[in-house]
């Protein structure tokens, strides 16, 4: 069983960086795409990046330029920096892991999810 557990969130100021990372659990074996998502309540699920085992990577409009994803195979860890937070980041943020080769941002293409942890900027 794939467990996820995210950290690295918390409150900041706008334009500060923060740094998420997402640690799994055994049973990665299938597992090709992780990902991070956001979610407002009220508001959809949203795809902020993703990255295949072979390292490549697609980005929400959003977040390009200013989010890097990045993975670390060996210790099952995902980490999304992200710099120049702006309000509009607010949001619970998750990792997300699944199989599928197409780095497409769909909730649904991933079978696995962390807890979440909240990023909070403020004006």
Sequence with gaps: ???????GGGSVQAGMPLNLSCVGSSGFSNVYSMAWFRHVQGKEREGVAAIGRDGRTNYAAFAKGRFTISRDNAKITVYLQMNDLRPEDTAMYYCAAGSFYDLALRPTDFGYWGQGTQVTVSA
């Design 1 to 7: 069983q794939v467990q996820l557990v995210e950290s």
